[in-house]
Nanobody
Framework: QVQLVESGGGSVQAGGSLRLSCVVS????????VAWFRQAPGKEREGVAA????????VYADSVQGRFTISQDNAKNTFYLQMNSLKLDDTAMYYC??????????????????WGQGTQVTVSS
């Protein structure tokens, strides 16, 4: 059974940093794509970053490019989202998701079948 467990959310002032973690277990395929999505109240869930577990290739949404970094520790089956220079607009529930790396659309919600429960990030002024 695939399980994704996020941690690391919290409250931070604008300009600050947080690192989210996602432990992935039960995934039989070595090659997968893991992404971070976020959803603010009243808004659609949007993809912010994705990484291909085999190559380490990463992609980012324009809104977080240069501020967020997605990475992985294969030995720990853990994926990270380092978030720097946080803005008020970054406030959301953040979700980790895993799926096939062969589907078009790195940050498309429909390409991810397995999801974590989410971790809240709140940025204040």
């Amino acid at each position: 059974q695939v399980q994704l467990v996020e941690s690391g959310g919290g409250s931070v002032q604008a300009g600050g940093s947080l690192r989210l973690s996602c432990v992935v277990s039960g995934y039989t395929r070595n090659n997968k794509r893991v992404a971070w999505f976020r959803q603010a109240p009243g808004k659609e869930r949007e993809g912010v970053a994705a990484i291909y577990s085999f190559s380490g290739h990463a992609v980012y949404a324009d809104s977080v490019q240069g501020r967020f970094t997605i990475s992985q520790d294969n030995a720990k089956n853990t994926f990270y989202l380092q978030m720097n220079s946080l803005k008020l607009d970054d406030t959301a529930m953040y979700y980790c998701a895993a799926g096939s790396p062969y589907l078009n659309g790195d940050l498309s919600r429909r390409n991810y079948n397995d999801w974590g429960q989410g971790t809240q990030v709140t940025v204040s002024s």
